[in-house]
């Protein structure tokens, strides 16, 4: 069972957790009893921060030093509410803009929310693409480069693009092509890309030698496109903004911070648990990264149209990120992608 504070507790906690969102640094106890405004003087708040330390929301980085507040404290902080419910108007307004104005497929869109966010929250931005399987067939063209190479280009929901060059055992004609769509787009328009799957491989299996020639070379075709694979991509942008934050100026922090952002497997493993929750997810010390990059945090959100989310935007930053002005900017901007997805398709 945590640990349960009193009113005096809780709200020399909060003052010390926003003073450190401020600074970065340690608090000392004068500070804390000009901030906290309770008119006990610094040894009563040293009594008080003695305690808060040893119930694990406090630590003292030096013998002589202040104290700064644990990933506990920061649990405690967010479980209690502490970010408004809405975005100031002129971010709000920003990003709307922004968005609104974005060209292209659905990559391009995620690449400029994610050089966005960075911008205003001056923190790494990460944004994860969809998984394909996930995602619901809209329509298939074909482009005729030469009679046996043909361009594939799958179009999935939300605007996500899959393009493929296949070449062909035997010649075919811009009316072939126009068939094959036809009847791909009227048989799989709406399923996922699983299901396509799924489909393709029982009626190769099942049913090969029933099959005619036009049938089998508009799965084919079909096949070759849903099976390039379902690896996701992770946009970073804004790597130099965490590189500048003072918890993380020696040599050996900047090494495995640039290592983690390169290799991305424990970013994404994050970023699945927040498909998986619907919510927003705040990750913060041990939980959220390389253990041996202590003090860094992670904010992040779904996006996605009709009910399913396609992916994720969030936040990397140090533990004392102000949750209170990125958590409803995130919320925005997810929103918004959300809604451009809609409205595409």
Not at 16 to 28: C, D, N, Q, V
Not at 213 to 242: H, K
Not at 325 to 330: D, K, Q, R, V
Request: hydrophobic letters at 45%.
């Amino acid at each position: 069972m945590p640990p349960v504070l009193n009113e005096r507790e809780i709200h020399i906690l909060t003052s010390i957790i926003e003073l450190y969102i401020e600074t970065a640094e340690p608090a000392g106890s004068r500070t804390v009893s000009r901030r906290s405004g309770l008119g006990l003087s610094p040894a009563s708040i040293r009594n008080v921060m003695a305690d808060l330390t040893d119930k694990g929301f406090l630590e003292q980085p030096h013998t002589s030093a202040g104290r700064v507040p644990t990933a506990r404290a920061f649990d405690f902080y967010l479980d209690r509410g502490h970010w408004p419910s809405t975005l100031p108007e002129a971010e709000r307004s920003l990003i709307l803009s922004s968005l609104g104005e974005a060209r292209g497929d659905l990559s391009d869109l995620l690449r400029q929310a994610c050089r966005l966010l960075s911008a205003i929250s001056h923190q790494v931005c990460m944004v994860m693409t969809p998984v394909q399987s996930d995602v619901r067939w809209k329509r298939i063209e074909f482009a005729l480069i030469k009679p046996d190479l043909v361009m594939v280009v799958l179009v999935l929901q939300g605007g996500l693009i899959q393009k493929k060059l296949v070449e062909l055992d035997d010649p075919v004609t811009p009316d072939d092509l126009t068939r094959y769509a036809n009847y791909l787009n009227d048989l799989f328009a709406d399923r996922t890309v699983a299901q396509v799957r799924a489909h393709i491989l029982a009626e190769t299996e099942s049913a090969r030698s029933a099959l005619s020639e036009f049938f089998s070379q508009a799965l084919r075709l079909a096949r070759e496109t849903v099976e390039t694979g379902d690896g996701r991509e992770l946009f970073v942008e804004g790597a130099l903004n965490i590189l500048s934050q003072p918890e993380f100026a020696g040599r050996e922090s900047i090494r495995r911070i640039l290592l983690m952002l390169e290799e991305r497997t424990q970013l994404l493993d994050i970023l699945d648990r927040v498909v998986a929750s619907g919510g927003v997810l705040v990750s913060l010390g041990q939980d959220a990264t390389d253990p041996a990059v202590p003090g860094l945090s992670v904010i992040a959100r779904p996006y996605g149209a009709e009910g399913t989310p396609f992916g994720v935007i969030g936040l990397l930053g140090p533990m004392r990120m102000n949750y209170a002005g990125l958590m409803p900017a995130i919320s925005c901007t997810a929103a918004a992608i959300s809604d451009i997805l809609r409205k595409r398709f």
